[in-house]
């Protein structure tokens, strides 16, 4: 009888530690009432929704923060990425099936703006590439000269105010 109060060799308190329960304010205990936070393995999936309150962490930074080195938010709240390029659609190879929505409630800005960022002599510029204005029109970037040509490619020349279709050779 003197293992009756203990379960596989541990007493209560210690096996106890090892059971999971939720409290009424939905926090994660022990089973002895210990707070704690669960450990995910690399590759774990959520499914469902999920709802962070409070930052999220990468390597111990918040995204978003001024440290981190890959996203931050400007004073108008936008999102940026600082370096590298942003996928859509591009984890499953076999099956590349993805769509990128753009909508926007503004009706004095346009809708959708692709810039070339270029830095000279301490200065940066932002040129417009390509844009779709809120009233739906198209615009390109305005060449002063010809462009290199790409099959099937489109460009304007601002300088003879025409449009441009390349085809082949």
């Given at each position: 009888?003197?293992?009756?109060?203990?379960?596989?060799?541990?007493?209560?308190?210690?096996?106890?530690?090892?059971?999971?329960?939720?409290?009424?304010?939905?926090?994660?205990?022990?089973?002895?009432?210990?707070?704690?936070?669960?450990?995910?393995?690399?590759?774990?999936?959520?499914?469902?929704?999920?709802?962070?309150?409070?930052?999220?962490?990468?390597?111990?930074?918040?995204?978003?923060?001024?440290?981190?080195?890959?996203?931050?938010?400007?004073?108008?709240?936008?999102?940026?990425?600082?370096?590298?390029?942003?996928?859509?659609?591009?984890?499953?190879?076999?099956?590349?099936?993805?769509?990128?929505?753009?909508?926007?409630?503004?009706?004095?800005?346009?809708?959708?703006?692709?810039?070339?960022?270029?830095?000279?002599?301490?200065?940066?510029?932002?040129?417009?590439?390509?844009?779709?204005?809120?009233?739906?029109?198209?615009?390109?970037?305005?060449?002063?000269?010809?462009?290199?040509?790409?099959?099937?490619?489109?460009?304007?020349?601002?300088?003879?105010?025409?449009?441009y279709l390349a085809e082949e050779d």
């Open positions: 009888m003197a293992d009756s109060d203990n379960l596989t060799g541990q007493t209560p308190a210690d096996t106890y530690t090892k059971l999971v329960q939720v409290n009424e304010d939905n926090i994660l205990m022990d089973g002895v009432g210990a707070e704690f936070s669960p450990i995910m393995k690399q590759g774990a999936v959520v499914t469902g929704s999920l709802n962070v309150k409070g930052p999220i962490l990468r390597n111990g930074i918040e995204i978003g923060s001024s440290t981190d080195s890959f996203w931050s938010q400007d004073g108008d709240g936008d999102l940026l990425r600082q370096s590298g390029n942003v996928s859509v659609g591009t984890g499953n190879s076999n099956n590349p099936s993805a769509k990128l929505e753009v909508s926007s409630d503004s009706t004095t800005e346009d809708f959708f703006i692709i810039k070339q960022e270029t830095t000279s002599g301490g200065s940066t510029t932002h040129e417009e590439m390509f844009k779709v204005t809120q009233d739906g029109v198209v615009g390109l970037r305005k060449n002063t000269s010809e462009p290199t040509i790409e099959e099937g490619g489109m460009y304007y020349n601002s300088t003879t105010k025409e449009f």
